[in-house]
Every structure is written in C-alpha cells, then in structure tokens.
C-alpha cells in the first residue's frame, strides 16, 4: 500500500478484556516494529520483525503482550488481560533499509477503563 | 549502547525568530541520524537524515539540521519559525536493526 496502515484507529476496552492491534506495512518493507507512546511522551520500543528471521522481543513490558507477522507482511499485536497502565498510542513503523528510516503508521489510541 | 538525548523537553519561540531543537547521540560506528515530527494525534512523520556527505543536510517544511562529528550532535534548526511548526520533534539514531529515539521536544511557535 502507500502508506503504513494501522486499525482500529482508536479503541477502548474494558481492564482485563484483550485487545488485538493491526498493523499493515507497505508492501515490500521486510522490517516491522512496534513502539509504544504514553501521553504524548517518548517512544518505547517493543517488537521488531525481520523477513523470516525470530522476531527481536525484547521490549515487550510483559509477558501479556505478543505479536505475530502472517507471511512476512500484516501483523497483530495481542495484549491480554488489559491493565490500565497499557492505556497508551500503539504505533507501527516498517522500514526497507534502515538508512531510509522507518514510515509510521497513524496509531492506534488505547484507552483502558 | 546507543543512546540519543533531546535536553529541551520544550522549546518556545516567537513567530519569524530562528529555532533550534537540540540532539546529541552516543553511537559506535557511523551513526544514521534522522529528525521527525509528531502533530497532534498523528503518527511519526520524517523530516530529514544524515547518513554520510555533507554535514548540513536539509529537509522538509525549511528545516535543516547539522551533523557535528566532534560534538555528537545533530541539531535541528529552521531560519524563520511558523505557527504551524508547533509539534514534538524526535531525534533517532540507528541501534542496531532499529532505531533509537530521544524522548522528543515540544516546540511552540507563538504568533
């Protein structure tokens, strides 16, 4: 696609419901990351995804949280079991070559109640 | 580790003044070094990079920005700021298979 598309674009859920983001790379980008944005606030890195290679989950807060990439291009970031400290922007950035950069998706705005 | 630091959390200027947004970075090796901005409630959106040449590279919306090896900077600059500059501004510098973020600056540009 043109664009790093991300759904839903905002979605709020109840504590302890869980919550499935989508992220949709531009076609062609091997690379795929998932970072994290509080209030407005710095970038938390959380998982990154490389073609075919074992994904680099070192950032993930907990073990609530995972990620999956289907056939090396759409992928889903599941959070379990939502706390409200999860509440936060969710963003997605995929990248050909890390020398051009990432393009990031718009987000996705979790709000936990 | 690498490591990329924004000492300004906020930085404010008056419409017309020349503004600077200030990064430093700690690297090994050549550093990939971009600028991007956050308007309210939208993703990250590029401005510029360095990744080798010319010290001064320049970018999108008037913005520049310096690569200063002896210093481990990279700071932004614009020569005249707009209203519509008003944003948060992050640093990057490349970590490994990813990059690394400083924790962002806000600027605001006030008429």
């Known amino acids: 696609g043109a664009g790093v598309s991300q759904s839903p674009s905002n979605k709020v859920t109840e504590k302890g419901k869980d919550v499935e983001l989508r992220c949709d790379p531009i076609?062609?980008?091997?690379?795929l990351y998932w970072y994290r944005q509080s209030l407005g606030q710095g970038l938390e890195f959380l998982i990154y995804f490389q073609g075919n290679s074992a994904p680099d989950k070192s950032g993930l807060p907990s073990d609530r949280f995972s990620a999956e990439r289907t056939g090396g291009s759409v992928s889903t970031l599941t959070i379990q079991r939502t706390q409200q400290e999860d509440s936060a922007v969710y963003l997605c950035?995929?990248?050909?070559?890390?020398?051009?950069?990432?393009?990031f998706g718009s987000g996705t705005r979790l709000t936990v109640v | 580790a690498q490591s990329v630091a924004q000492p300004e959390d906020q930085v404010n200027v008056a419409e017309g003044n020349p503004l600077t947004v200030k990064c430093t970075y700690s690297v090994s090796g050549n550093p990939y070094l971009f600028w991007y901005v956050q308007y309210p409630n939208r993703g990250l959106q590029f401005l510029l990079k360095y990744i080798t040449g010319d010290n001064l590279v320049k970018g999108s919306y008037g913005f520049e920005a310096e690569f200063n090896k002896s210093q481990t900077s990279f700071h932004l600059k614009k020569p005249s700021a707009l209203v519509s500059d008003s944003a948060l501004y992050f640093c990057?510098?490349?970590?490994?298979?990813?990059?690394?973020f400083g924790g962002g600056t806000r600027l605001m540009v006030k008429p």
């Open positions: 076609s062609g980008h091997t690379a």
């Open positions: 950035a995929s990248s050909s070559q890390l020398n051009y950069g990432y393009t």
């Open positions: 990057a510098v490349n970590a490994g298979n990813m990059l690394t």
